[in-house]
Nanobody, 114 residues
Framework: QLPLVESGGGLVQPGGSLRLSCVASGFTLDYFAVGWFRQAPGKEREGVSFINSGSTITNYTDSVKGRFTISRDNAKNTLYLQMNSLKPEDTAVYYC???????WGQGTQVTVSS
């Protein structure tokens, strides 16, 4: 069983919204800072957003500021990424990852297209 499993991706029109989820299994997510990464075709994987274990610190890459919101529900062992005002350039496979020892999920595809 994978330690992290993402869901919530799909096909959405420009300007639409999606909410990604990342559920941890076999360990307690609240001990870790966690983040979302994405990888578009032909491009390197990039960090999108991060949140610390206490949810007191968040940061975002410039291209998603004001549109994406990261959050976590430690009681549900789950990380979220609310994505609003989606653009075609947001199309990518989205992954969640913990801090050290860097558990990864398998990714969920987000496609923004009309």
């Amino acid at each position: 069983q994978l330690p992290l499993v993402e869901s919530g991706g799909g096909l959405v029109q420009p300007g639409g919204s999606l909410r990604l989820s990342c559920v941890a299994s076999g360990f307690t997510l609240d001990y870790f800072a966690v983040g979302w990464f994405r990888q578009a075709p032909g491009k390197e994987r990039e960090g999108v957003s991060f949140i610390n274990s206490g949810s007191t610190i968040t940061n975002y890459t410039d291209s998603v500021k004001g549109r994406f919101t990261i959050s976590r529900d430690n009681a549900k062992n789950t990380l979220y990424l609310q994505m609003n005002s989606l653009k075609p350039e947001d199309t990518a496979v989205y992954y969640c990852r913990t801090g050290v020892p860097y558990y990864w999920g398998q990714g969920t595809q987000v496609t923004v297209s009309s």
